[in-house]
C-alpha cells in the first residue's frame, strides 16, 4: 500500500495509517531522496530528513 488514505487537516500532507506503509511510499514516491516516516496524530506523514542528521549519519 503506496497511496495516501487521505490528507492530513492539520499540515495538508498525505496521511499513511502505518509507519510502514509511509516508508514503502517514500521509497515508490521519492527514490534517491533522504525520505522518512514521521508521526502526525494517528497517522504518519513522509519528510526529508534534517540536513543536520543526514551529516550525523555519514560521519
Ligand atoms: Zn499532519
Known sequence: MTRPVGICRWCGKHLYPRRRDARRA?????????????????????????????RGMAS
Open 26 to 54: 517514500a521509497r515508490v514516491l521519492h527514490p534517491g531522496h533522504h525520505m522518512r516516516p514521521y508521526r502526525c496524530g494517528r497517522h504518519w506523514h513522509i519528510g526529508h530528513i534534517a540536513l543536520w542528521r543526514v
